[in-house]
């Protein structure tokens, strides 16, 4: 089996048609980021789609321009873990210029200096300041409304069972687990006492948070924002798809949602390198046969590759 060289579960973003402008401004304003590929695929049924490859803090993103069939909402959101109050309000400045305040910057129980803000694009962050020692400082937070509140346990705990099985290297496998750090007590109406108020968990070194919210939500998980589990065998796909798989409807091109209704994709790792070939028509063909796919098949993306 190959060695993994990059990270194992990348956060994808979905816009209409802003993914660069977008992608621009995030690595712009978060410390230590940077696009890493840009590449531009022809014939899909979105048209001409851009994705983009980077890295805010060191963490790897995705971004495609596919059209405007999915909007963001507040149903996942992005922590972004600050070491001073100033990092904080600078963040928190540019992010919402343009943007919506869902909590003001201020001091909360939890921490002296937070806000939680929808930016331009509609992409919500949570600016927080935070432990020196975080390692991960962008973290991806589900929270869990509407028909799937009061769930969030269950998931995470799920989520850990899945990831902790699969057939890839111990020394990731072993990296999955789920801690409940916080709970809703009582007089926390709507929430039911003991439903989950904060969870971290973490699968394949990829850090995320979870929460149950009973209040009055219009949203829910949807395919604007996607996790994306990169495989080095057709045994590891094969393994995913028929763990979270919940959906037939949703499944297509690598896509799939599971029982909670999050949205996942499981690719093949070399489509990296398949994507990112400067000829045209290597990546034509490999675009023509995916596009047909619901599950991805390695050996048939491979023989299109190679014509």
Known sequence: MATRTMQSIVPHLWFDKEAKEAVGFYTSVIPNSTITNITTIHGTPSGDCDIVSFELSGQPFMAISAGPLFKF??????????????????????????????????????????????????????????????????????????????????????????????????????????????????????????????????????????????????FAFNEAISFMVRCDTQKEIDYYWDKLSADPKAEQCGWLKDKYGLSWQIIPAIMAEMMGDKDREKVARVTQTFLKMKKFDIDALKRAYAG
């Open 73 to 218: 909402n507040p149903s996942i959101s992005f922590h972004i873990r600050c070491r001073t109050t100033d990092e904080v309000d600078e963040l928190w400045e540019k992010l919402s210029q343009g943007g919506k305040v869902r909590m003001p910057l201020g001091a909360y129980p939890f921490s002296e200096r937070y806000g939680w803000v929808e930016d331009r694009y509609g992409l919500s962050w949570q600016v927080i300041l935070a432990d020196e020692s975080v390692k991960q400082r962008v973290t991806p937070v589900l929270m869990f409304v509407g028909k799937v509140c009061g769930k969030a346990e269950e998931a995470v705990n799920f989520y850990a069972a899945v990831f902790k099985s699969a057939p890839v290297p111990k020394a990731e496998t072993g990296n999955a687990q789920a801690n409940i750090l916080a709970r809703h007590g009582k007089g926390e109406e709507p929430d039911s006492e003991g439903t989950v108020k904060y969870a971290s968990f973490t699968l394949l070194g990829q850090a995320f948070g979870a929460m149950d919210s009973a209040r009055e939500h219009k």
